[in-house]
């Protein structure tokens, strides 16, 4: 009876982690699939492939980043861009989706180091990100800390601290590993091999 019972649990822990990368992969897939499939889907009927939706749309933000970066077709993005900045409430919006895109794929990304902070009054440490290191243009007198940001353990939320910066400590680990590590309770570490 033992041996069933572990034999269920490995296959539980074998199967169950394929499923869902299965069913992750696939949503994403139909998500964007749809962005452009959804208009294409009424005048293609019988002739639409799955996935033509995604490959339109991954051609036309590879034009529209090409266009981006000629003069006409540029000055008419960088004005959209500023207009876009002006506007009550949409601002708030659009830079926050703008710079939160540029963290995970501009050239300054905000995730690329891992730091280890002390929890005050505690000999405690936690794992985050250093996002910015430069919190003076945000507010003066935090001119010598940086914004650190802790992630929640099994959730994608997390904190924002500001931090000063002798309190912080850069470590040399892959920002993939530390997010595994955090994401997972710690549960996640570098496996031996098999």
Do not use: C
Not at 113 to 127: D, F, N, Q, S, Y
């Amino acid at each position: 009876m033992k041996n069933i019972v572990r034999n269920f649990i490995k296959g539980i822990l074998t199967i169950v982690p394929i499923i869902l990368v299965i069913y992750v992969v696939y949503k994403v897939f139909m998500f964007l699939d749809g962005l452009l499939g959804g208009f294409l889907k009424p005048y293609l009927e019988e002739d639409y492939i799955p996935g033509i939706g995604l490959l339109i749309t991954i051609v036309l933000i590879t034009i529209f980043g090409w266009l981006s970066t000629k003069f006409f077709t540029g000055t008419i993005i960088r004005l959209v861009d500023r207009l876009l900045e002006k506007i009550p409430v949409i601002k708030t919006l659009y830079s926050v989706i703008k710079d939160t895109i540029n963290s995970f794929l501009g050239e300054k990304k905000s995730f690329s180091k891992v730091a280890i902070v002390t929890i005050p009054g505690t000999e405690m440490k936690t794992l985050g990100f250093i996002t910015t290191e430069d919190v003076e243009s945000f507010y003066n007198p935090l001119k010598d800390h940086v914004a650190v940001y802790i992630q929640q353990t099994f959730q994608i939320a997390g904190f924002t601290f500001l931090i000063p910066k002798d309190q912080v400590e850069i470590i040399d680990v892959k920002p993939e590993d530390a997010m595994k590590f955090i994401v997972s309770g710690g549960m996640t570490s570098k496996k031996e091999p098999l």
